[in-house]
T-cell receptor, first 114, second 114 residues
Framework: KNQVEQSPQSLIILEGKNCTLQ??????????LRWYKQDTGRGPVSLTI?????NTKSNGRYTATLDADTKQSSLHITASQLSDSASYIC?????????????FGRGTQLTVWP | EADIYQTPRYLVIGTGKKITLECSQT?????MYWYQQDPGMELHLIHY???????EKGDLSSESTVSRIRTEHFPLTLESARPSHTSQYLC?????????????FGPGTRLTVT
């Protein structure tokens, strides 16, 4: 069964600190992995996307890593800001369907305190 | 920013009412999707469409129905709303971009059935 597991479920950090969110997946055959940011009451917005051959992808203060052998990914947030408070969702796409089926994790709820 | 719109953003209705959630995109995407998301849970695909006059049920069984008469429009209808339908409904669309199948999400409709 294709699954995406994220940890921790929730995280509270102080403004300016760094944090790392984890994602493990069993989706096969693997196509790509995305990290989305979802603000409360809004739709998810893509932060990064990585294919099988990519190990690291950065988008400003967000850096995602991918280990396709162990099927693990992480999202590192540097110098956190209050606006980083959101749910961060790991999404994996399989290569086996023309639809580009997405498998969603439950997200890590990040809260940044001043 | 993605050009995909959902209305209404919030809706509170009584049991037994018929409702239609609107979704429109101006990106010319052929594929469109409806997801259901409960608080703290992952997104579940309930309907998708490959193009005009094409609709399919997703992974999560839903009593809702959809139609795709125009490329840009993908409304979702509940003939008789029940409290169990209370949830957030997210619409998304994607167009072929290499093999990424990037999905762009609307802001969502928060539905409450009393």
């Amino acid at each position: 069964k294709n699954q995406v597991e994220q940890s921790p479920q929730s995280l509270i950090i102080l403004e300016g600190k760094n944090c790392t969110l984890q994602c493990n997946y069993t989706v096969s055959p693997f196509s790509n992995l995305r990290w989305y940011k979802q603000d409360t009451g809004r739709g998810p917005v893509s932060l990064t996307i990585m294919t099988f051959s990519e190990n690291t992808k950065s988008n400003g203060r967000y850096t995602a890593t991918l280990d396709a052998d162990t099927k693990q990914s992480s999202l590192h947030i540097t110098a956190s800001q209050l606006s980083d408070s959101a749910s961060y969702i790991c999404v994996v796409s399989d290569r086996g369907s023309t639809l580009g089926r997405l498998y969603f994790g439950r997200g890590t709820q990040l809260t940044v305190w001043p | 920013e993605a050009d995909i719109y959902q209305t209404p953003r919030y809706l509170v209705i009584g049991t037994g009412k018929k409702i239609t959630l609107e979704c429109s995109q101006t990106m010319g995407h052929d594929k469109m999707y409806w997801y259901q998301q409960d608080p703290g849970m992952e997104l579940h695909l309930i309907h998708y469409s490959y193009g005009v006059n094409s609709t399919e049920k997703g992974d999560l069984s839903s009593e809702s129905t959809v139609s795709r008469i125009r490329t840009e429009h993908f409304p979702l209808t509940l003939e008789s709303a029940r409290p169990s339908h209370t949830s957030q409904y997210l619409c998304a669309s994607s167009g072929r971009q290499g093999s990424s199948h990037e999905q762009y999400f609307g802001p969502g409709t928060r539905l409450t059935v009393t």
